[in-house]
């Protein structure tokens, strides 16, 4: 069996390459970073509950910004 060391800059893709590589059978991670995976699981959570309001006093329903963010193409 063969080991390689990583050396990530990227806080933010680590954890996804931490979760693909887990998901490969062929792979053992040996040693993974817990405690980035919870700062993401908490920021993103942060993130959320920050944009509350956002569309408060903007004149425009779910179905118009729905058909905004995905419009139908043919």
């Known amino acids: 069996m063969d080991t390689i060391t990583l050396k990530i800059k990227n806080k933010k893709k680590l ?3 931490l979760a693909f590589l887990k998901d490969l059978d062929f792979v053992e991670v040996l040693q ?3 405690d980035l995976e919870q700062d993401e699981k908490t920021t993103s959570k942060g993130d959320f ?4 309001g956002m569309w408060e006093g903007r004149d425009i329903t779910a179905e118009e910004l ?3 963010a995905w ?3 043919y």
Do not use: D
């Open 32 to 34: 993974s970073a817990p």
């Open 15 to 17: 954890n996804h390459l």
């Open 66 to 68: 729905r058909a905004k």
């Open 71 to 73: 419009p139908k193409k």
């Open 49 to 52: 509950f920050a944009l509350a």
